[in-house]
C-alpha cells in the first residue's frame, strides 16, 4: 500500500481497504441497517471478499478507491471512489455504522475522499447517487458542496445523481 493513499482528518483515518479489513468489511456489508439501501443491497461474506479483491486491484491501477474509515483505532464505516457500472462516471460511495452516525463522521469523510479524488486522483468530475428518500445521505453530500444534478429512476425508486467538479 502507498502511504500518500492514507488520509488523516480531525478525527478520523482512511486507509485504503486491505484483506485485514475483510471482517470488519463482511459485518458491516452484511447488516441491512448499513446495506440494505445500497445498490446490490446486502452482500453474502462471499461477495464482500470479491468486492474486497476488487477494490484492491482499483487501488493498483488507478491510485484510488475505497478507504476503511477508523475513529481512533474503532472501525466506524467505509467511504470512498468507484467506478459505477450504469456509465454515470466515478463516483463517491460511504457507509458507516448506525452508532457512528449522527457525529458528522460521514461528512467529514466523504468530505476528504472528494478531495482526495479532485486533488491526488486527479478527477474532474466525481458524482454520487442517493435514494431520493434518503435524507442523511443528501444532506452529506450537499454539505460537502455536491450539486443535484440529474434525477432517475431506479427499480421504481426516484434516485438523484450528485455532482462535484475540480476547480
Same mark, same amino acid.
Given at each position: *500500500? ?13 486507509? =485504503? ?5 475483510? =471482517? ?7 447488516? =441491512? ?11 453474502? =461474506? ?7 479483491? /476488487? ?15 477508523? #475513529? ?14 450504469? @456509465? ?44 431520493? @428518500? ?11 458542496? *455536491?450539486?443535484?444534478? #440529474? #434525477?432517475?429512476?431506479?427499480?421504481? /425508486?426516484?434516485?438523484?445523481?450528485? /455532482?462535484?467538479?475540480?476547480?
Amino acid at each position: *500500500m502507498n502511504p500518500t493513499w492514507i488520509v488523516r482528518t480531525g478525527r478520523l483515518v482512511l486507509s =485504503p481497504v486491505g484483506w485485514r479489513d475483510l =471482517p470488519a468489511l463482511q459485518a458491516i456489508k452484511a447488516d =441491512p441497517r448499513v446495506f440494505a439501501t445500497m445498490l446490490g443491497g446486502v452482500r453474502s =461474506p462471499v461477495r464482500a471478499a470479491e468486492e474486497l479483491a /476488487e477494490d484492491i486491484a482499483t487501488w493498483g491501477a488507478r491510485g484510488w478507491g475505497m478507504w476503511s474509515v477508523r #475513529e481512533g483505532n474503532v472501525f466506524v464505516g467505509l467511504t470512498g471512489l468507484m467506478a459505477r457500472a450504469d @456509465g454515470r462516471g466515478v463516483a463517491l460511495r460511504f457507509a458507516f455504522w448506525p452508532d457512528a452516525r449522527g457525529r458528522g463522521l460521514a461528512s467529514e469523510a466523504a468530505a476528504a475522499a472528494l478531495r482526495f479524488g479532485h486533488d491526488r486522483g486527479g478527477l474532474d468530475r466525481i458524482v454520487a447517487v442517493a435514494k431520493a @428518500g434518503n435524507l442523511a445521505s443528501r444532506q452529506v453530500l450537499g454539505g460537502i458542496g *455536491m450539486v443535484a444534478c #440529474e #434525477e432517475f429512476l431506479r427499480d421504481g /425508486e426516484a434516485m438523484i445523481t450528485y /455532482e462535484s467538479r475540480r476547480r
